[in-house]
């Protein structure tokens, strides 16, 4: 690795980021390592390529990536790919072709000696043992031995995998994925990690755009116990790297990357591992559980979008009025609410719970507005107006400044939206586990926005030059000094006209309110917003202990202290006893009356 390039690298890659996001939050940097091999396991792999732009500008460590080769070849990444070291590696998807002919249930299976039948099919030609069958979604079979070109014993065969057989009709089509022997890559990962170096790994196998994890893959436990048995004084550290995003395709979105606890293989499992067969797997087995509870602690995950938005909604209800988190402490919250909902599913206050804050969703829905923007309903109808009449003219003003900077830059969002949604769709038809595709949309965004934005500046800049040129007494040196400055305070505006647009976004997203303010009455929607958060709370001092040894510990733990809770309780019951009332809100802070709380 090139340490000038890699370092180069990361520079851009910073300058990336501040551009894409709004903020970039870490936590739990001091976790890891500052010498010696690390081996970081990041997930959920939600957003393609800009997932190790985030790790690398963020872990303080030269991390050397494992990049799949398809990428790898590509030009633009695998320019980046190498500046970082990337170790490439053929993935068995990439390489898998469509099987001829269609798949059935042998007659002659039993559950001692599991077999495939084909129809149409040519396996002696298509197939070798450890070949995977994919078919009928995620369905798959691995083939053991290819007996004729139209039947093959198989490893086994799932309950859903039989039932998808055996209810196709005329046979389900496959996906012939070959064995691909990876020794080569993982020694280049153990050679890395014995020079001490760090080693960054997605053990999902591929990014998507699902709220869990993909089943992950055994290649980093293999590769931690690997290095170790190999060289008994090193110490590998894994660390469970999570990342965490909020609307992840969007451009100005936010996003947050925490470092777990670092995991370290014991003696036993290295021992087992050096021993092979069953004591091996189950040394891997170890490591890899290791590696997926770490991973859950430091991410926030749900079995579907659904459970998802009631963690979220259930977070922003917890939080009282007056207090404004950060973002990190916001992903905190939503980790809690995901352990209650996975811990106690069942609970009858749990249930009641998510009941109420689902039709609190829907009556939000009908009303038009997010649940933040419930507050600022509490105007009277004369500062409403005022506040409106105000906002509009602000955002009128922030438009107009952004206008010709838009105008300029429309090139540049134009194509990188364009191309961004041409590649989603193109990955989702590749891929079995997206589920629309949004995991590469924020990479072709970059990388569009980085060909086309240099070029379009450029064009900008020759026009500017030849206009001078040809139509002004200048000299040739002077026209050249002022198409530098030209391009400068291009670019300048470029980035203050984006800001100017994101802020008139914002005000124009908070004139909804006032509107019902004036002319709705909001009153139910307030008065079951304040329920709903009293009843959270109530279910949090309930069910929060169970989630920890004792009251205590869980009382340390409290990001929000009960003091906290009863004052926003007391401050949003004030305010909705009349719109009228001398309170106001605002986005980072709320002041009242003080004597309210007492």
Aim: glycine residues 6%; charged residues 25%.
């Amino acid at each position: 690795m090139n340490e000038l390039a890699y370092w180069a690298m990361s520079i851009l890659f910073w300058i990336v980021l501040r551009v894409f996001f709004r903020e970039v939050k870490s936590r739990g940097a001091f976790k890891i390592p500052q010498r010696g091999p690390v081996l970081f396991v990041v997930g959920p792999h939600a957003n393609q390529f800009i997932d190790p732009m985030v790790l690398v500008t963020h872990c303080g460590r030269s991390v050397s990536f494992l990049m799949a080769k398809k990428s790898f070849d590509k030009f633009w990444i695998g320019l980046f790919g190498r500046a970082l070291g990337s170790i490439p590696v053929v993935r068995p998807q990439d390489v898998a072709q469509k099987g001829i002919g269609t798949l059935a249930i042998s007659p002659d299976d039993t559950p001692a000696v599991r077999l495939v039948a084909g129809i149409n099919t040519k396996f002696t030609e298509q197939l070798r043992a450890r070949t995977v069958l994919n078919f009928a979604g995620s369905n798959s079979v691995e083939v053991v031995e290819v007996l004729s070109d139209s039947v093959v014993k198989v490893k086994e065969i799932s309950e859903a995998a039989a039932k998808a057989l055996a209810e196709s009709d005329g046979g389900a089509s496959f996906k012939v994925t070959p064995h691909v022997d990876q020794n080569d890559m993982f020694s280049a990962v153990v050679d890395r990690l014995n020079e001490g170096k760090c080693v960054g790994i997605f053990p999902e196998g591929g990014s998507h755009d699902r709220t869990d994890f993909l089943p992950l893959k055994a290649g980093a436990s293999i590769m931690a116990l690997a290095a170790v048995s190999q060289n008994e004084f090193m110490n590998v550290q894994i660390v469970p790297t999570g990342l965490n995003y909020f609307n992840a395709h969007k451009w100005r979105s936010r996003a947050v990357i925490e470092f777990g606890d670092a995991i370290t293989v014991t003696k036993e499992q290295v021992e087992g591992y050096k021993k092979g067969g069953e004591s091996k797997r189950k040394a891997i087995s170890e490591v890899m559980d290791a590696i997926l509870e770490g991973l859950k602690a430091v991410t926030v995950t749900a079995k579907d979008y659904d459970t998802l938005m009631l963690i979220q909604a259930a977070r922003r209800l917890y939080r009282p009025v007056h207090m404004k988190l950060t973002i990190d402490e916001t992903v905190y919250l939503n980790r809690r609410f995901a352990e209650v909902f996975s811990k106690f599913p069942d609970d009858p206050l749990v249930l009641d719970t998510a009941y109420r804050v689902r039709e609190y969703n829907s009556l939000l829905k009908s009303y038009g507005i997010e649940d933040h923007q419930v507050i600022r309903t509490t105007f009277g109808k004369r500062v409403a107006a005022t506040k409106l009449c105000l906002r509009v003219v602000e955002a009128t003003l922030l438009f107009a400044f952004a206008a010709p900077g838009a105008l300029l830059h429309a090139p540049i969002a134009l194509l990188a939206r364009k191309i961004s949604n041409q590649k989603a769709a193109e990955a989702l038809r590749e891929s079995s586990v997206k589920i629309e595709g949004r995991d590469v949309m924020a990479t072709w965004k970059v990388l569009v926005s980085l060909v086309v934005a240099p070029l379009l500046y450029t064009v900008y800049s020759l026009v500017f030059f030849t206009s001078l040129l040809f139509n002004s007494s200048f000299t040739l040196r002077q026209c050249v000094m002022y198409t530098m400055a030209f391009t400068a305070v291009t670019v300048v505006f470029g980035v203050a006209a984006m800001r100017a647009s994101e802020i008139g976004f914002d005000v124009i997203k908070s004139l909804r309110p006032l509107y019902l303010s004036m002319f709705a009455d909001t009153e139910m929607l307030r008065q079951m917003r304040a329920d709903l958060a009293q009843r959270i709370s109530a279910a949090i001092t309930e069910i929060g202990p169970r989630l920890h040894n004792s009251k205590d510990e869980f009382e340390a733990s409290r990001l929000i202290a009960e003091t906290d809770v009863r004052y926003g309780e007391i401050l949003t019951e004030e305010m909705n006893k009349d719109k009228n009332d001398e309170v106001r809100v605002e986005d980072k802070y709320i002041t009242a009356d003080r004597s309210v709380a007492q």
